[in-house]
Each structure stands twice: as structure tokens, then as C-alpha cells.
């Protein structure tokens, strides 16, 4: 029998479950492009309920326990006594989410002789290190497209309240109990007519793209496979052969690139003063993708109108973080994947994950990010090795 190590947020500050806003959320059974949703034999959760954190266990412990297995749950990964680093030595499958990643170092790795199985509740495996997990033979999958439309859904609200300013204007009614209308639209921009350019253009960039057209911005797009001609006439999109030339030329940047070799601080000093003044960032991919203290000199000095996203390094973050207190901010803890829509789907996918691998049945192609020693599946198009 295995054991199931599994690494989870920690539950809500005032206890768990928490009193649920709906009774229900919409059923989404197809992604665009055709793939289905994940498709389980079955669930032990109600899907709108909060399954992504400890107690909430993704919903697997009736399964595991009914099949002989060993599931531990925690929030606990730093460190060299956390119960990751004593529990990671017998474990055979280590599922984490990018919202709470459990950093699957080389270290790591060579400390768990028995892991054959890494899966990523949700999307984005880069805190696995897959030349690692090649080498050792460990088999990483991911659910892919579980929670894209999250993220893009995200990313265009955050647009939207870094330009129409609409924190500093909450503020002013609530925290400040005033009515300072000069105050709030001092920074208060239309999106209309905007350059507001996608750096990755996959699923969820291209996701972006498309809740974007009907606000009558003008679309631009850096990606290394260009999209088909049909789709860049459909959306009116311009394609940028580099990150340079798309950053020079949009008042709004959304990044939706995988984090890699060559992706890493790519926004730093250098690429941020080639940005108009007064531009825009959101990122919900990859904190490591911007160089965090450019990030807070561009603001400081004004050259950035605004920053927003949901990704840090490390996560959680020190509690001195700049980008806790830089200027301008919009930040968010890592939620734009976990909404309870997206927990349904994550947690359904893990279990159908887990289902094909105990039961000996071949795992989705498009949910495999590393399999039998190399990259594999249409899931590891986006990763490099």
C-alpha cells in the first residue's frame, strides 16, 4: 500500500468549512478546444466546497483509506522539520498546488527513494524540478485547463482595477470613512482604447485575449508559437517577434508565460524603462518572470502607473516583502486558480489521476508533464528541460 503525502493550504482563519456564499456552482463539463473536464469514477465532496486546504483534504481521504492507502494532509513545508521534509522519505505520490507549492527540490527528490508520482493540483509544475524527475523516473502530472479560465477571469479584473484605480477609491469610502471623489479618479484611466498586449499567449493568455476584445482595446501579443491567422483576424490581435518590442508598445501587459531558464527576471530594469510611462503590469503566472525590486524602483519613481498579481517568490512570502507596501499595488495572495469553481475541477482531476495510477490505467496524455524518463503528454508543451 502507498502513502499519500499531500501539501495543502491551511484552512480558513475562523475555522472550517466555512459558511458558503452559494448552494451551488455551474457545471462546466468542456474546455475550449474540445477536452473534457476531468471525469472521476467518482467524488467524496460537494463540488463548491472548500477542498483546497488541509481539512478540506481535496476530497480524497475516503478513497485512499477504502484502498488500503496512507494519506497525510499538512500546510507544513519549510524547513528541516516540517512534516514535509519528515514524511517525504516513504512517500510514493506527493501531491501540491501552485497556490502552496511544495518545492520538490533536487534535494529533495534524492531524499525520497520511494516518489514515483508528483501531482500539481491544478496548473504549473515548476516548483517540481523535472531534470530531477526525469533522472529519478518520477512521473509528474498536472490538471491541465482545470483552472485556466480562473486564472484569465483574474487577470482581466485586475487589469481593470489597476487602471480605473479602484482600490485607493474602496479605501476612501471604508478604511477612510470619506467621500473624496478628486482623490479617487486623480489616477482613474478608461480601458478603452488602450495597447494592452499578452506576454504567452496559451491558454490562458489566449483567454485573456478573448475577454479582453469586447472592451474596444487594441490587442497585441508576444508568444513563441504565433496563433493561427483566422484567430489573429478574429480578435484583431498584432504579433510581436519579442518580449522588447510588445513591452515598448502597450499601455497594459498581461503575463501569462511559463516560468524558464529564459523567462527568468526577463522584466527587470533594463526591459521596464522600455515601457511607456504610466504603463500597466499584471501577472498571474510567475513572480520570478519580473525582477521584484524593479518592479518597486519603476513604481517608486513613477515610470510604472501600477502592478498586480497574484504570484510571489517565495510563497508564501516573508512578511517584509516590498510588494507588500510598494506604491500602486494590487496584490493578491495566490488565489486566481483556487476559486471553489476551479477547486471542483482540480480535486476531480487529482482523484481521476490517482484512480488511473492505482488501477494501473494510463493517465491523460494532456494532464502529464514527465513520464518514463523524459518530457511527455500534450501537458509538458509549455515546459523545458
Known sequence: MAKILTVLYPDPVDG????????????????PGGQTAPTPRGLD????????????????????????????????????????????????????QPFWPAYLTPDRIRRAPRLKLSITAGIGSDHVDLPSAIEHDITVAEVTYSNSISVSEHAVMQILALVHNYLPAHEWVTARRGWHVADSVSRNYDLEGMDVGVFGAGRIGLAVLRRLK??????????VHRLPPDLE?????????????????????SIHAPLHAKTVNLFGDEMLATMKRGSYIVNTARALIVDRDAVVRALERGHLAGYAGDVWYPEPPEEDHPWRSMPHEGMTPHVSG????????????VREILECWFDDRPIRQEYLIVEGGRLAGTGARSYTV
Open 338 to 349: 483556487s476559486t471553489l469553481s476551479a477547486q471542483a475541477r482540480y480535486a476531480a482531476g
Open 45 to 96: 465532496f460537494r463540488p463548491g466546497e472548500l477542498v483546497g486546504c488541509v481539512s478540506g483534504e481535496l476530497g480524497l481521504r475516503p478513497l485512499l483509506e477504502e484502498r488500503g492507502h496512507t494519506l497525510v494532509v499538512t500546510s507544513d513545508k519549510e524547513g528541516p522539520d516540517s512534516v514535509l521534509e519528515r514524511e517525504l522519505h516513504d512517500a510514493e505520490v506527493v501531491i501540491s
Open 233 to 253: 483576424r478574429e480578435l484583431g490581435l498584432t504579433w510581436h517577434a519579442d518580449a522588447r518590442s510588445l513591452a515598448a508598445t502597450v499601455d497594459v501587459l
Open 16 to 31: 472550517y468549512p466555512p459558511r458558503y456564499a452559494r448552494d451551488e456552482i455551474p457545471v462546466i463539463s468542456d474546455y
Open 214 to 223: 469586447p472592451f474596444e482595446v487594441k490587442l497585441h501579443y508576444n508568444d
